[in-house]
C-alpha cells in the first residue's frame, strides 16, 4: 500500500480503503487484540520498519492502565521509545494533540542529545497522538522501509488512522476499566479515597453506599470481626448530608454495663456513683451527625429500650433527668453476632432489631474479596513504614502470592496487622523487601522440618496449585471452562493462577 506518490483521486481511494479497514476492526471485544490488528494494518500502510502502538490512560487510586503493540523491537528497544514518548518535546507536543515528525531523530536538535536516541541511532520518526474524550496514547513509527523520511502521504494516513482508532478505543478502554476495577464507576461517585481495593464485593458495597448515604435512615452494618465496618460508617457518614457534622463512635461491648448508659445518653450529677458532674453522652455529641454504635448487640436491656425510644420519637432520656432532650441524629449500628438469633433467645429486642435493620449491609469477609488482598497488603506495609518512620519496603512476588491464598479468619484487621509486623521483622533484618518468612515466619521452620510437619495452610495450597494445574493442562488453559468444572469466579481463577505462578506448558 505504500506508494511515494499518489494523485488527488488514487489519495482518495487510499484514504477511503485505509479508513473502512479501520471500521472493521471495531468488531474486537478487547483493547489488546485491537492494537494487535490496527498495529499490522498502519504498517503496511506506512511502510514503516518499527512501530510502536500504546493507550495509556488513568486508572483509579493513581494507577495507571496501559496497553500496547509493537512491531519490530525487542524489550529495550520498547523501553527507549517509552522514554522518548514521555519526555522532551514529544510528550510535550503530543500533550498538545500535535504530530511529531522528523527525516532524522540524530540530526535534530530536538533529540539528537537524548540517551535513548543516540543508543537506538534514531532515523526517520513519525509519532501521531491518540485523542478521544481524554488523551488516550500514540502511534509512533520509526525507519522508512524504503529510503529516505516518510512522505507527506504517510503522515496523513497516520493522522487518519489516529482519529479512526480513537472512538473504538475509547470504547473498549471504558469497558475494561471497568472489568480491571469494577470500583471505578461508583468511586467516580463517592468520597471514599481511605477504602482500598477493587473486587466485585466491594463494588457491591460501595454500590450500596450509593443508595444508602444520602438517606436520612437507620443503617445496620453485619458481618465477620474484622471486616472494616466502622470505616464504612464513616463512608456513609462522609456521602450524606451530615457529612458537615460530627462523627460520634462508642463501642458497646467495650464499656461496663453500669456505665454504657451513661456514656451514650449522659447523666445528671448524683444520678450514679461516679457522676460527680454533668455528663454529656455520645447522643448529645452527635447532633447534627451520625452516631456510630459498634457492637450494638452488647447494649443492655435497659440502653436498648431507650434507643429504641430515640428512633422512634427523636428524644432520649439523660441518666437522672426527669425532662425529653431532642436529638437530630443518624443511627449506624454494627455488629458481628446474628441478631436474628439474638432475638429469638431474647437477648435482642425484636421492635428495636427491625428498627436498626431498615437498611441491611452486609460486609464481605476477606476471603469473598481475595482479589484485594495484594492491594491491601501493599497498603498497609506503607502505612506501618510512615507510622513508625521505617523505609518504604516492597512486597516480593511470593510473599504477595502467599498472602493471597492464606487464611485470614480475622479478616482486614488481622491482615494489617501481620503486614505491620513484617514491615517491622523486615526492617530489623536489614532486608530490601519483604519476604515471605517475614510475613509467616512459622512458614520457614516447618519447611525446614520436612514435609511431614506442613501446615495446614501450606498443604491445602499445594493441594490447590496441583489440581488446578491438572485441570488447566486438562482443558487447554481454557479459564472460562476450569472456571465452570471447579465452580470459581473466573477473576478468582486469574488469581490463583498468579498465585501459584502456574504458566503455561
Not at 119 to 124: K, T, Y
Not at 351 to 357: A, G, I, K, T, V
Request: hydrophobic residues 40%; glycine residues 8%.
Amino acid at each position: 500500500m505504500n506508494v511515494p506518490v499518489l494523485d488527488d483521486p488514487r489519495r482518495t481511494r487510499f484514504e477511503r480503503d485505509l479508513y473502512l479497514r479501520l471500521l472493521q476492526l471495531g468488531h474486537h471485544a478487547e483493547v489488546t487484540p485491537l492494537l494487535n490488528e490496527a498495529m499490522g494494518l498502519i504498517v503496511e500502510a506506512v511502510g514503516a520498519r518499527i512501530a510502536y502502538l500504546e493507550i495509556t490512560v488513568d486508572g483509579s487510586r493513581g494507577r495507571i492502565l496501559r496497553w500496547s503493540a509493537t512491531h519490530g523491537l525487542d524489550e529495550p528497544g520498547v523501553e527507549r521509545v517509552r522514554t522518548l514518548i514521555s519526555s522532551g518535546i514529544v510528550a510535550e507536543a503530543l500533550a498538545t494533540g500535535t504530530t511529531i515528525e522528523t527525516p532524522s531523530a540524530l540530526l535534530d536538535p530536538r533529540f539528537s542529545t537524548r540517551t535513548s536516541v543516540r543508543v537506538g541511532r534514531i532515523e526517520a520518526v513519525l509519532c501521531a497522538p491518540i485523542e478521544g474524550r481524554e488523551p488516550l496514547g500514540v502511534v509512533y513509527l520509526q525507519g522508512h522501509a524504503g529510503a529516505g523520511p516518510f512522505s507527506e502521504r504517510d503522515r496523513q494516513a497516520v493522522e487518519l488512522f489516529a482519529r479512526s482508532l480513537s472512538p473504538l478505543a475509547e470504547r473498549l478502554v471504558a469497558r475494561e476499566r471497568s472489568t480491571i476495577d469494577p470500583t471505578l464507576d461508583v468511586r467516580e461517585r463517592l468520597r471514599c479515597t481511605s477504602v482500598v481495593g477493587r473486587s466485585p464485593a466491594l463494588a457491591s458495597i460501595l454500590g450500596q453506599i450509593a443508595l444508602i448515604a444520602p438517606l436520612d435512615v437507620s443503617v445496620l452494618l453485619t458481618g465477620e470481626s474484622g471486616t472494616g465496618k466502622s470505616q464504612i460508617a464513616r463512608v456513609i457518614h462522609d456521602n450524606s448530608p451530615r457529612a458537615r457534622g460530627p462523627f460520634v463512635e462508642l463501642n458497646c461491648g467495650a464499656l461496663p454495663e453500669a456505665l454504657l448508659e451513661s456514656e451514650l445518653f449522659g447523666a445528671l450529677p448524683g444520678s450514679h456513683s461516679t457522676a460527680v458532674r454533668r455528663i454529656d453522652g455520645k447522643v448529645a455529641a452527635a447532633e447534627g451527625g451520625t452516631l456510630f454504635l459498634d457492637e450494638i448487640a452488647d447494649l443492655t436491656p435497659s440502653a436498648q429500650a431507650k434507643l429504641l425510644q430515640l428512633l422512634q420519637s427523636r428524644q432520649y432520656y439523660a441518666l437522672g433527668s426527669s425532662r425529653p432532650a431532642t436529638a437530630d441524629v443518624r443511627i449506624i449500628a454494627a455488629t458481628n453476632v446474628d441478631l436474628k438469633t439474638a432475638v429469638g433467645e431474647r437477648r435482642f429486642r425484636e421492635d428495636l432489631f427491625y428498627r436498626l435493620q431498615v437498611l441491611p449491609l452486609r460486609m464481605p469477609a476477606l476471603a469473598e474479596r481475595r482479589e484485594d488482598i495484594a492491594e491491601l497488603a501493599a497498603h498497609f506495609c506503607g502505612a506501618a513504614s510512615d507510622r513508625h518512620g521505617l523505609p518504604k519496603l516492597e512486597l516480593a512476588p511470593s510473599t504477595l502470592r502467599a498472602a493471597e491464598v492464606a487464611d485470614w479468619p480475622g479478616n482486614v484487621r488481622q491482615l494489617a496487622h501481620a503486614m505491620e509486623v513484617a514491615t517491622i521483622r523486615a526492617t530489623g533484618a536489614g532486608a530490601h523487601r519483604i519476604e515471605p518468612h517475614h510475613l509467616f515466619p512459622d512458614a520457614r521452620d516447618d519447611q525446614a522440618a520436612g514435609s511431614e510437619s506442613l501446615t495446614f495452610t501450606e498443604a491445602t495450597r499445594r493441594f490447590q496449585s496441583r489440581l488446578l494445574g491438572e485441570a488447566l493442562a486438562a482443558n487447554d488453559w481454557n479459564v472460562a471452562q476450569v472456571a465452570t468444572r471447579l465452580d470459581l469466579a473466573r477473576s478468582h481463577l486469574y488469581t490463583l493462577i498468579r498465585s501459584f505462578g502456574l504458566k503455561r506448558g
